[in-house]
């Protein structure tokens, strides 16, 4: 199966910024979709950006404008990069993969997706 491990997590102010990383131990080009998601206590899981396998990006409303998903695919890794979060972005983010590719509308959905790490916790204080 595909492995992922996610980095780059921690605690920042209200207005700071941070990059999370997703390192897969396979290559990332055979993948249809990439994707982060988030999760916080008594919420159900979240889409936050997804990227297919010909790099098109789909954002989520809450974060657009201030989250970035890309990857190199040289070195089989996914980012998140997140600008001006919010306490309300506080959650634990994952990185998934979906083997398959995906109508626009389902990239999101958690349910399409076949792999997922082990998540990194975000908390943004304000």
């Known amino acids: 199966q595909v492995q992922l491990v996610e980095s780059g997590g921690g605690s920042v102010q209200a207005g700071g910024s941070l990059t999370l990383s997703c390192v897969a131990s396979?290559?990332?080009?055979?993948?249809?979709?990439m994707g982060w998601f988030r999760q916080a206590p008594g919420k159900e899981r979240e889409g936050v950006a997804a990227?297919?396998?010909?790099?098109?990006?789909t954002v989520a409303d809450s974060v657009k404008g201030r989250f970035t998903i890309s990857k190199d695919i040289a070195k089989n890794t996914l980012y998140l990069q997140m600008n001006s979060l919010k306490p309300e972005d506080s959650a634990m983010y994952f990185c998934a993969v979906g083997l398959s590719r995906m109508r626009v509308d389902y990239v999101l959905d958690p349910r399409r997706y076949n792999f997922w790490g082990q998540g990194t916790q975000v908390t943004v204080s304000s």
């Open positions: 990227i297919g396998i010909d790099g098109s990006t």
């Open positions: 396979e290559y990332i080009s055979r993948f249809g979709h």
